[in-house]
């Protein structure tokens, strides 16, 4: 089978490798790819939220199967064309990705399914957002409806940062995206990841995760897109994962049927967990980023059978076979990430590290320079290991940062602290 991923970042190089391990595998290229993702396949320069450019791609290369990664095409409707045009594609639609796309059609499917979430408004002006804010007080959570690169949700404590939230994005602080602003009452609880793969009509869970979403340890400074992640997560629990299925995904997942629009590829759950109960925190339409990386790093060459599955409407008679190990990733960023940061310094030590079934360095944001590694991104390398314990896949991922000598790039030295 010829395969095509689109991406290129630290999430696509850890499904290229998973990939890679399966036999049916006959030919992968990542368009656009990094350099760490060079070494086991082809690279390819392309748009890839261009349908037509894609379709014309594929088709000279003879591609049989299209895994999308990011979300920005899957927004884009760039599913929807390589569909139209005949392949098989793993990704939803565009209007299924709707559930990352738009905050305030998630919560309108939530109350329509009957799950559980938090109780919302959705406004699209300020002075009527603002008079739902005094009304509940704080502390309350201001979102921005659209895409924001993760950055267009504010958790007020006091009444007074949530007006200037308000302000900001009907102001246009996050451009079209804040055009509307849902207003969220604020959910207690601990957090974690859930990802289920959907073919239309039927679900399979395939992994649960937890992220470090702050810059620092201890969970302070910044939010960022995520500096680790390690899965299972020990929150979610076998009874709580079921629960979350029975209550919040299934429902959710029959009602998108329902209107005509089935949700195809994988579904990413932010729960909100307290004693016991799950609620949904927000959908995201593809896999997260570094959640990816342990899923991955845990599933190995069956993804790709999983993926394909999904893809070919047969998860109804498809199984996950599940290992019990545990696995973390450990981001390493460059030096002023999530703010403005440092591009080329180069990174040594690469070369050395153990590449196997239990360790891998998969990378974000790199780039050959002069035959040198340099980091191009904020987030540049996700050390990733696995271990029958998370304490044996937390040595294994630090003996591995340990020995990456690179001056222009931090990493948190706590990620899995919480279940460790
Ligand atoms: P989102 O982009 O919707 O996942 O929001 C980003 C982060 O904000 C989440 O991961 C939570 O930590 C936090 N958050 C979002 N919505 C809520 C809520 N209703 N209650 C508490 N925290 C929330
Ligand atoms: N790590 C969070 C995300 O991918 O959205």
Same mark, same amino acid.
């Given at each position: 089978m010829n395969i095509l991923i689109l991406g290129g970042g630290g999430r696509e190089h850890a499904l290229a490798w998973a990939v890679m391990q399966?036999? &049916?595998?006959?030919k992968l290229i990542v368009a656009p790819g990094n350099a760490g993702i060079a070494k086991i396949a082809d690279c390819a320069a392309l748009d890839i939220e261009d349908g037509a450019a894609v379709i014309g791609f594929a088709e000279a290369e003879a591609i049989d199967f299209i895994i999308i990664g990011p979300e920005a095409p899957l927004a884009a409707g760039v599913s929807d064309d390589l569909r139209g045009a005949g392949f098989l594609v793993f990704g939803p639609s565009q209007a299924a990705a709707q559930l990352e796309a738009s905050k305030a059609f998630t919560k309108e499917i939530c109350d329509a399914a009957g799950a559980p979430t938090a109780g919302y408004g959705h406004f699209t002006d300020a002075e009527t957002a603002k008079a739902y804010i005094r009304e509940n007080g704080a502390p309350i959570v201001v979102k %921005? $409806? +659209?895409?924001? %690169? *993760? &950055? @267009? /949700?504010v958790v007020a404590m006091n009444e007074a940062e949530a007006l200037e939230a308000v302000d900001d994005m009907f102001g =246009?602080?996050? =451009? +079209? %995206? @804040?055009a509307e602003v849902v207003i969220e009452e604020f959910m207690e609880g601990e957090e974690a990841s859930f990802f289920i793969l959907c073919d239309g009509t039927d679900v399979l869970a395939i992994g649960t995760a937890q992220d470090h979403k702050? /810059? *620092?340890? *201890? $969970?302070?400074g910044p939010n960022t897109g995520g500096m680790g992640a390690y899965s299972? %997560?020990? /929150?979610?629990s076998d009874a709580i994962a079921e629960r979350a299925m029975r209550e919040i995904v299934k429902p959710c997942m029959a009602e998108m049927a329902r209107r005509g629009t089935p949700y195809q590829g994988v579904l990413y759950a932010g729960l909100m967990i307290k004693d016991g109960a799950p609620r949904l925190v927000e959908y995201n339409a593809r896999f997260g980023d570094p959640e990816c990386q342990v899923l991955m790093m845990r599933l190995g060459g069956q993804a790709l059978d999983l993926m394909q599955a999904a893809a070919q409407e047969r998860l109804a008679e498809t199984q996950v076979n599940w290992a019990d190990d545990h696995a973390i990733t450990v981001v390493m960023a460059a030096n002023g990430y999530p703010g403005a940061y440092e591009k080329g310094s180069v990174i040594e030590g690469l070369e050395g590290l153990l590449e196997d079934s239990f360790n891998m360095t998969f990378h974000a944001g790199t780039a050959l320079s002069d035959g040198a590694i340099v980091a191009t991104g904020g987030r540049v390398l996700n050390v990733t290991a696995r271990g029958a314990s998370l304490a044996e896949a937390h040595k294994r991922a630090y003996e591995m940062v340990d020995a990456i000598d690179w001056p222009g790039g931090f990493f948190r030295s706590d990620i899995g602290w919480r279940a460790l």
């Open positions: 399966n036999p &049916k595998c006959d %921005a $409806d +659209g895409l924001a %690169a *993760g &950055k @267009g /949700v =246009g602080a996050f =451009g +079209g %995206a @804040g702050r /810059v *620092g340890n *201890g $969970d302070t299972p %997560a020990p /929150v979610l």
